[in-house]
């Protein structure tokens, strides 16, 4: 279990078990101090998405097993640099945010009015 904080001060939930997401690799977006891509918001993948990321260079569809990573289709649940998620926010791209997966640490590169605009979730 995180102790970690989620956008709305409350106890970090999981963001996805299957495929296991996050830095650590623990299903949480935690971030610690050699997370530096700041993995901390959890989103659902969108087709849209995946090929915005492909065409930026990080390539999020292909398996890489040695890297314990399944490659992701939309629907996946996964921990997005928050930087990246906000270049696909400015071209219209962004994959839904699960705010209460989202860590807090996502707040110091995206306000939450802009999360909020993008949540699956309840917003408070």
């Keep these: 279990m995180s102790r970690d904080l989620n956008v709305l001060g409350e106890p970090l ?20 101090p050699d997370d530096v891509g700041i993995h901390s918001v959890c989103a659902m993948m969108t087709e849209e998405f995946l090929a915005f990321s492909k065409a930026q260079g990080n390539d999020l569809v292909t ?10 289709t939309p629907g996946d649940r996964w921990c997005l640099c928050a930087h990246r998620w906000a270049e696909a926010a400015q071209v219209g ?11 807090q640490r996502t707040l110091e590169i995206i306000p939450l009015i802009k999360l909020q605009q993008h949540a699956l979730d309840a917003v408070h």
């Design 93 to 103: 791209l962004a994959p839904p945010v699960i705010l209460s997966g989202t860590n």
């Design 13 to 32: 939930t999981p963001c996805c078990h299957d495929p296991k997401t996050g830095f650590y690799r623990d299903g949480f977006c935690r971030v610690g």
């Design 63 to 72: 398996p890489r097993p040695a890297y314990g990573f399944p490659g992701l």
